[in-house]
């Protein structure tokens, strides 16, 4: 055997598992791409104190309906609608896995309002995001608008 058949033999074979290997990956990542759902249903929110005085504490109920098992994430701020050019105040991003055990039940987000923060109209933005496979973990997440809950600060002196 010469070394140029050798050098084709070699580069034969690593076309043929090269292409294997394409064709073995290739509906495991469409399957994968293809599974976009988002895996719950907001079925209520509800909000306690209306209107919540500044520096107190708004309670957000929420009640879902999960579907799948994934991890979320959820992102925070509240914004003034009476002074558009007030700054938002961002809250923690809150990251879990599907809270099965809230499923069709309440969970309760408490959001400390601050003392300086202008009364009038103002709304909660909750952008979530979702991962249900690996490739939404690792390459991009699922995405939905940002919901806004609006609710109402109190004029009266900060408490």
Avoid: K
């Avoid at 938002?88 to 499923?103: A, G, Q």
């Avoid at 103002?122 to 249900?132: E, G, V």
């Amino acid at each position: 055997m010469t070394i140029q058949r050798f050098g084709r033999n070699m580069r034969m074979a690593f076309h043929i598992v090269g292409a294997t290997l394409l064709l073995l990956l290739c509906p495991v990542a469409a399957f994968q791409a293809g599974d976009w759902h988002w895996p719950y249903i907001v079925q209520s929110i509800d909000l306690a104190p209306d209107p919540v005085p500044r520096g107190g504490t708004l309670q957000v109920l929420a009640v879902r309906t999960y579907l799948d098992n994934c991890d979320l994430s959820f992102a925070r701020q509240i914004e003034s609608v009476s002074q558009p050019s007030e700054a938002p105040t961002i809250l923690p991003e809150e990251h879990t896995s599907t809270p099965w055990r809230f499923n069709n039940r309440a969970q309760t987000l408490n959001i400390a309002i601050p003392r300086d923060f202008p009364c009038g109209s103002a709304q909660l933005r909750t952008s979530p995001s979702a991962a249900c496979n690996w490739l939404q973990a690792h390459l991009w997440r699922q995405t939905q608008r940002p919901a806004l809950t609006p609710f109402e600060i109190a004029c009266g002196p900060a408490q």
